[in-house]
């Protein structure tokens, strides 16, 4: 059974470094992307950025600079950091696994919900 | 980036048909996928490449469309379809649409 399980602190100060984990199970990091994407309450997705399943990174441009995404494949493990948070980061965080057709997010996690405030 | 632009709102009855719409700014090809999001819950896939549908969804929903103009339909809808839906496009980085949120009356 596919899984996906993010963690992190629900609660982050402005301009402070936001670091997720993404926990996944039933499948293999080095034969499945994983992807970050994250929402506004009552808005749509957005994607943030995937780890590819050869260790290969890519990431949406408008996030680039402030964005690292790396992963511990023994660990099955993918990790999230983004610097300088403002409160327009405030959102549910998700991580998705991209399916046979890279893009298409054949399964989510259930969410972590972050909000940056002092 | 490409955009993708859905109507905000949809009411419909049981029983009716119902087709949800998403534009995108530039052509995407068949690379568009169709997700149900509920209250609380996070996204499921129901549609992808344009046409094919995810395991496990019911054969109630299809998908069209080729391009840049697509269409999600449901066919009977069911009180459980009340839900916001999502269109994402992956020819491009992925972006999502707005969604449409499906109400039934």
């Known amino acids: 059974q596919v899984q996906l399980k993010e963690s992190g602190p629900g609660l982050v100060q402005p301009s402070e470094t936001l670091s997720l984990t993404c926990t996944v199970s039933g499948f293999s990091l080095t034969s499945y992307s994983v992807s970050w994407v994250r929402q506004p309450s009552g808005k749509g997705p957005e994607w943030m950025g995937r780890m590819w399943y050869d260790g290969d990174t890519a990431y949406n441009s408008a996030l680039k600079s402030r964005l690292s995404i790396s992963r511990d494949t023994s660990k099955n493990q993918v990790f999230l950091k983004m610097n300088s948070l403002q409160t327009d980061d405030t959102g549910t965080y998700y991580c998705?696994?991209?399916?046979?057709?890279?893009?298409?997010?054949?399964?989510w996690g259930q969410g972590a919900s972050v909000t940056v405030s002092s | 980036d490409t955009v993708l632009t859905q109507s905000p709102a949809l009411a419909v009855s049981p029983g009716e048909r119902v087709t949800i719409s998403c534009r995108a700014s530039?052509?995407?090809?068949?690379?568009m996928h169709w997700y149900q999001q509920k209250p609380g819950q996070q996204p499921k896939l129901l549609i992808y490449g344009a046409s094919n549908l995810e395991s496990g969804v019911p054969a109630r929903f299809s998908g069209s469309g080729s391009g840049t103009d697509f269409t999600l339909t449901i066919d009977p809808v069911e009180a459980d379809d009340t839900a916001t839906y999502f269109c994402?496009?992956?020819?491009?980085?992925?972006?999502f649409g707005g969604g449409t949120k499906l109400e039934l009356k």
């Open positions: 998705t696994r991209d399916g046979t057709t890279t893009g298409v997010m054949d399964a």
């Open positions: 994402q496009q992956s020819w491009n980085d992925p972006t």
């Open positions: 530039e052509s995407v090809s068949t690379g």
